[in-house]
């Protein structure tokens, strides 16, 4: 089972679609997560921190679930500067582990 | 938040000759450094993990004798392609570890890349 997985996508929605990303990791130990976006050809920024207890900013929801080792991603309305690629990010216990990364592409 | 500097962001050069990319932490002293590998459509891959004042650690299958690490100060470390060749061709990025990012929780800060051609 590889570290991270993510489903690759892409992902073609309709602007003002609801789409959802998830997250599996297969490390138990693992202690942080976080959603990242990378726009083409620029350094990966941060989107979110993900906690269990969910959190929640503007459009966009994240979740943790830890009993089934995966993160979730939910962005509502998208919009057409949604279009990037998304990176799940899993921290420790020794080393940050990026998932693939999933495309997404909003559509006019 | 914490800034991370890299330098150059982008850089073309023949191949069979050394290139050397320097990741700096301008505002906080940075006792370990990530050093990744993306390939287009592909996700950053972890090269090594470059700690001040002690050996980098390289994850498997790469080659710790082409890509050199050196992390002299708290603030800089360089990551040196070595004998590049065309197939080292990619986007390579450095993050800073904030105060044992790994242990405190907190997000990673990136440079903003250096894009590698090897012609």
């Known amino acids: 089972r590889k570290e991270v997985e993510q489903d690759p996508g892409p992902f073609n929605v309709p602007e003002g679609a609801t789409v959802a990303f998830n997250c599996t990791y297969s490390?138990?130990?693992?202690?942080?997560f976080f959603w990242y976006r990378q726009d083409c050809r620029k350094e990966p920024k941060l989107l979110m921190s993900?906690?269990?207890s969910g959190n929640e900013d503007g459009r966009f929801t994240a979740q943790l679930n830890r009993a089934s080792q995966y993160i979730s991603l939910l962005i509502r309305d998208s919009k057409l500067s949604d279009s990037a690629t998304y990176l799940c990010?899993?921290?420790?216990?020794?080393?940050?582990?990026f998932g693939k990364g999933t495309r997404l592409h909003i559509l006019p | 938040g914490a800034v991370v500097s890299q330098h150059p962001s982008w850089v073309i050069c023949k191949s069979g000759t050394s290139v050397k990319i320097e990741c700096r932490s301008l505002?906080?002293?940075?006792?370990?450094m990530f050093w990744y590998r993306q390939f287009p459509k592909q996700s950053l891959m972890l090269m090594a993990t470059?700690?001040?004042?002690?050996?980098?650690?390289?994850e498997q299958g790469v080659e710790k004798d082409k890509f050199l690490i050196n992390h002299a100060s708290l603030t800089l470390s360089t990551l040196t392609v070595t004998s590049a060749h065309p197939e080292d061709s990619s986007f390579y990025i450095c993050?800073?570890?904030?105060?044992?990012?790994?242990?405190?929780?907190?997000?990673?800060?990136f440079g903003q890349g250096t894009r590698l051609t090897v012609v």
């Open positions: 990010v899993v921290n420790g216990p020794d080393k940050i582990i």
């Open positions: 505002d906080f002293q940075a006792t370990t």
């Open positions: 470059s700690n001040e004042g002690s050996k980098a650690t390289y």
């Open positions: 993900v906690y269990s």
């Open positions: 490390n138990s130990a693992s202690q942080s």
């Open positions: 993050s800073a570890d904030v105060g044992a990012m790994v242990e405190m929780n907190t997000e990673a800060f």
